[in-house]
């Protein structure tokens, strides 16, 4: 049962759909059209880009290449998730890169070591694969985990010097928050996973029925990644904010100014 | 300027003069840009200052209680590391003397009205235990009565030490307190 080929024609016909939004846009005044227009453009630029390099990268399988582009694939995750903070990247660049890191490579490891029978660990089918869909879930989770943490730490700056005063120490005084963000975080995941098979096939399984595997196969992998984002998740975002802590508090256990980027200070 | 033990001082001046930062830098919350705070005898800084916030009771002019129920409140100050030698237990006497209901400990902190925090906040500081109080404006939505109350609690106790950020005159009715004009930098009694 292989998967049928679409035509590049038809493929095109797809975006004959963009009639709708572009009519909603219209009609309600959404001025969607121009964003709507450039996200689609750059996600057909960036997969078709993809789309060529996979091929060499599955060809090659090359395990140095292979762990290189999963390290970039760090890179960019972290930038996507500091950017939508209201952090400065140059503080918390290395910081969330060490949590990223731990999180992802500790998780896919496992899986290609331990869990499949795998020849090769560094199989690029495998190592980039599972190792972009933790990154792709940390990276929503981090952005929620991260921002709401120093969100609620400074709007609550406070009643947060308060608790010091009560004789709190550093991290008695930051466990509700970091309880807080890393709860609200991990809520989409755990949402997901309880609908999973009823309210949505998720990608991973439609990947693998139309890739050819029997749906028992595919069933087999979405739980094997469902339980691998989650851990992955939790673990960087809780590793993120411990290790952002101590960038962005100084020894007073105060939250820093200047570790948020000028429109957001003050 | 500086505090002895069992001092009850009264800081006066203009809203926005910095009253409250001071009380922020003997706490180690704000650096100082210039000189230094002194704290039995040691400069607070980035280690001294945990032990200062241990020694002192501190209720801020917004009475950031935070949310939640008041019994967690309770329960989260009693139960720090720090705090672990308290008893918490006498809570429902300080609460019938300040004149709140016992059951204000199953209300939820938002809801209280401004009196109502103000008078938490300060059985919390009391049940604290501890024998410096630093007061940031704890009696603006308190009746008169019960400003005379509070007053009286905070400056009539030999041992303690306070210092009290207040527009109210109810503080520097006392003799026995002294106030520094914080705008003049001087000692006016």
């Known amino acids: 049962m292989a998967t049928i080929d679409i035509p590049v024609l038809s493929l095109a ?12 846009s219209r009609i309600f ?7 709507l227009f450039t996200s689609t453009l750059r996600m057909v630029i960036q997969l078709a880009l993809i789309g060529v390099f996979l091929k060499y990268l599955f060809i090659w399988n090359n395990p140095f290449v292979n762990f290189g582009w999963l390290v970039i694939m760090i890179v960019v995750a972290v930038f996507s998730s500091v950017k939508s903070s209201s952090l400065k990247m140059s503080k918390i660049f290395i910081p969330a890169f060490a949590s990223f890191s731990t999180a992802t490579l500790l998780v896919v490891f496992y899986l290609n070591i331990f869990i499949i029978p795998l020849e090769n660990v560094f199989d690029a089918r495998y190592l980039i694969v599972l190792g972009g869909m933790l990154l792709g879930n940390s990276l929503r989770g ?3 985990g991260i921002s709401t943490f120093y969100r609620q730490l400074k709007n609550d700056t406070n009643h947060y010097l308060y608790v010091l005063s009560l004789g709190a120490s550093h991290y008695e005084a ?7 963000s890393v709860q609200l975080a ?5 949402a997901a996973m309880a609908t999973m098979g009823i309210v949505a096939l998720p990608g991973m399984m439609t990947g693998v029925i139309l890739g050819g595997a029997s749906p028992e196969l595919a069933i087999k992998y979405q739980i094997l990644i469902m339980v691998a984002i989650v851990v992955s998740t939790i673990t960087s975002v809780v590793l993120t904010i411990l290790l952002t802590m101590h960038v962005c508090l100084n020894r007073f256990g105060v939250l820093r100014n200047d570790v948020f980027r000028k429109s957001q200070a003050g | 300027m500086k505090i002895d033990e069992g001092d009850k001082v009264v800081i006066s001046g203009k809203s926005g003069s910095g009253k409250s930062s001071l009380l922020s830098l003997a706490l180690g919350f704000v650096k100082p840009d210039d000189g230094q705070v002194y704290f039995e005898g040691l400069p607070v800084d980035e280690k001294t200052s945990w032990n200062v916030r241990r020694k002192i009771a501190y209720i801020d002019q917004d009475v950031s209680l935070g949310s939640g129920r008041v019994s967690k409140l309770f329960e989260f100050a009693a139960g720090l590391k720090a705090n672990a030698h308290l ?3 006498c809570s429902e006497e300080l609460i019938n003397f300040f004149e709140l209901e016992p059951s204000i400990l199953q209300k939820s902190i938002q809801e209280l009205s401004g009196g ?12 604290l235990n501890r024998n410096i109080f630093f007061l940031d404006e704890i009696t603006s939505s308190l009746d008169k009565h019960l400003k005379n109350k509070v007053a009286d609690y905070f400056l ?5 030490t306070s210092l009290i950020v207040s527009h109210d005159p109810v503080w520097t009715e006392v003799p026995s307190v002294r106030i520094f004009d914080f705008e003049e930098k001087t000692w006016q009694q």
């Open chain 2, 87 to 89: 008893d918490f237990g």
């Open chain 1, 29 to 35: 005044g959404l001025k969607l059209i121009k964003p």
């Open chain 1, 142 to 144: 981090n952005i929620v």
């Open chain 1, 13 to 24: 016909l797809t975006f004959l759909l963009f009639l709708i939004p572009v009519a909603i």
């Open chain 2, 116 to 127: 109502e925090r103000q008078r938490i906040s300060i059985i919390i500081a009391v049940l």
């Open chain 1, 174 to 180: 930051l466990l509700p928050y970091i309880r807080e």
């Open chain 1, 186 to 190: 991990l809520k989409p995941t755990l």
């Open chain 2, 156 to 160: 009539n106790r030999e041992n303690v």
